[in-house]
C-alpha cells in the first residue's frame, strides 16, 4: 500500500487512507485469522490488563482449554518485544481468549461473553478497532490504517458495500477518541470526497 497524506484533528494525526480505502470484515471468508495470524498479541493499555483479571472469571468459560491453560501458566497478559502489554498466545499462535465455533471460525471469547451479558468489557481496543492501529505520540495520537493479506475479503466487500475503513470502525472510534473527533473525521472525509 502506498503512504496516504496525513491530516490533523486536534492532536491526532490521522492517515487519509482511513477515509479513502474501503474495509468490512468478512469472517465468513477470513475465519478470524488476525486472532491467530501474526507475530505477536494484541496490544492492550495498563489499564485493559487490570480488566481482564478483573472480570476474567466472567468470561474464561468462553475461551479454550488451552487459552484458559495459557493464561494459568503466563498470566492475564505479556510483556511484548516492544516492552508493551499485550495477550498471551496459545504455543505462540492464537490469542489465549479466543474460541473457535463450530464452522472453524476464530472468535473473541471476552466479547462472546459481552455479548451474553456476562462481562461489561467488550474487548482490548485495540482489537476492536482493527485494522486502525494506534499508536502514541509525546503530543497526542496517530492514526494509521494497517493492511493485511488476511484482510483481503474485507478490504473486497468494503469496496463492493463502498464502507471507508474509518465508517465500518465509527463505533469503537467514536469510544476510544470521542463523537467530536469522529463529526470532524467525517467532515474531512466528505472534503476530500468533494
Known amino acids: 500500500m ?14 487519509t487512507a ?14 478470524g485469522e488476525c486472532c491467530v495470524a501474526g507475530n505477536g498479541g494484541a496490544p492492550l493499555t495498563p489499564e485493559e490488563v487490570r480488566i481482564l483479571e478483573r472480570e476474567y472469571r466472567n468470561f474464561r468459560g468462553y475461551m479454550s482449554p488451552q487459552g484458559r ?17 499485550a495477550t498471551p ?9 479466543a474460541s473457535f465455533d463450530g464452522e472453524g471460525v476464530c472468535r473473541c471469547a471476552i466479547e462472546q461473553a459481552f455479548w451474553a451479558k456476562k462481562t461489561v468489557f467488550r474487548k482490548p481496543v485495540s482489537c476492536w478497532l482493527y485494522p486502525i492501529r494506534v499508536q502514541k505520540l509525546s503530543t497526542g495520537f ?4 494497517h493492511q493485511w493479506e ?4 474485507a478490504r473486497i466487500r468494503g469496496e463492493k458495500e463502498r464502507i471507508p475503513v474509518y465508517r465500518f470502525l465509527k463505533e469503537p472510534l467514536i469510544v476510544q477518541f470521542g463523537s467530536d473527533f469522529y463529526d470532524r473525521l467525517d467532515a474531512a472525509a466528505a472534503m476530500i470526497d468533494a
Do not use: M
Open 142 to 145: 496517530a492514526i494509521n490504517y
Open 69 to 85: 491453560e495459557e493464561v494459568a501458566q503466563h498470566g492475564f497478559a505479556l510483556i511484548d518485544r516492544d516492552e508493551e502489554w
Open 150 to 153: 488476511v484482510c483481503a475479503g
Open 18 to 31: 482511513l477515509l479513502t480505502e474501503r474495509f468490512a470484515c468478512d469472517t465468513a471468508l477470513c475465519k
Open 89 to 97: 498466545l496459545i504455543a505462540g499462535v492464537e490469542c489465549a481468549y
Open 2 to 15: 502506498k503512504s496516504s497524506p496525513i491530516i490533523a484533528i486536534g492532536d491526532i494525526l490521522v492517515s
